[in-house]
């Protein structure tokens, strides 16, 4: 497992800020959320990409920030939009080859506009198809405004599609659904191949790392096994810390904690085989 952080979590920042503001204080493993469609113009990924080599800062994940239009693009009655939507996300995956990202972000219909599950895999997988056109994997994200807030629906995904269904799970998302991590986790095992994470208390549902209750360690021993080969980036609202060395903090805090569990599961695994 690797941990990392998200330039959401310094929004309105410009991208590029934001990542060099990371990369600039050690932070070797990032999302990138993109904020508008001049993020990704060809000079800017050029810089992206130039700020990622002269740090050594490699990219797990890509987020769009259309997601707001998904609902209406990907998931209604209109088929050109449908088309046009993933055409669209192409730029995206063409993007992300350069940056060497491999995980693009669903959110997906909202839950008031709610359609079937087998019309709602049928425009996912085709987003899917197409991204596997780049080498991309696109991973639906569990958001409680979304039809993916409900661990029932992430799981019919899960019965309808296979192998074919990735998920990022969300804590803070899920916290909001009323849903519990852990169940989520347990339910959803291997197909979840990214994370946000963050704490929770009753002081809020999206808190720094060891502000609130949530059992980190915990949580990361239960995911080793699933997806040892998992992101877990640090995502939080621009309100829920005070400054790039909260984020600095919580990046070293995750990390130490990953290779802790990761040692740990080896010493079991190697003591099982000399047993």
Do not use: W
């Not at 929004?11 to 990542?19: D, G, I, Q, V």
């Not at 993020?39 to 130039?50: A, E, F, G, N």
């Not at 959110?107 to 087998?118: D, M, S």
């Not at 049928?122 to 807030?149: D, H, M, P, W």
């Amino acid at each position: 497992m690797q941990a990392g952080v998200s330039t959401a979590c310094l929004y309105p920042k410009h991208l590029e800020e934001a990542l060099y503001d990371l990369a600039l204080n050690g932070i070797s493993h990032v999302e990138l959320f993109v904020n508008a469609d001049s993020d990704i113009t060809r000079s800017r990924v050029h810089t992206l990409r130039t700020i990622m080599d002269r740090y050594g800062v490699t990219c797990a994940s890509v987020h769009p920030f259309a997601c707001p239009i998904e609902p209406m693009a990907l998931f209604s009655s209109y088929d050109r939009r449908v088309d046009d939507m993933i055409d669209y996300y192409r730029r995206y995956f063409a993007v992300m080859q350069q940056l060497g990202a491999t995980f693009f972000i669903l959110h997906g219909n909202y839950k008031i506009h709610a359609v079937e599950p087998a019309l709602y895999c049928e425009r996912y997988i085709r987003l899917v198809n197409a991204g596997k056109e780049f080498g991309i994997t696109v991973a639906q994200e569990n958001v409680e405004r979304c039809q993916s807030g409900s661990l029932h629906f992430l799981r019919e995904m899960k019965r309808i599609l296979g192998e074919d269904a990735k998920f990022v799970l969300d804590i803070k998302q899920a916290v909001r659904a009323g849903e519990s991590p852990f169940s989520m986790l347990h339910m959803l095992g291997s197909h979840i191949v990214h994370v946000h994470i963050s704490d929770h208390s009753e002081k809020g549902d999206c808190l720094m790392l060891g502000a609130g209750n949530f059992r980190i360690r915990s949580f990361l021993e239960a995911l080793y096994p699933y997806q040892p080969g998992c992101s877990v980036m640090v995502e939080l609202y621009r309100n829920n810390f005070r400054g790039i060395s909260d984020l600095l903090g919580n990046y070293r805090m995750l990390s130490h904690m990953i290779s802790s569990v990761e040692k740990h599961a080896n010493f079991v695994s190697n003591g099982e085989k000399t047993l």
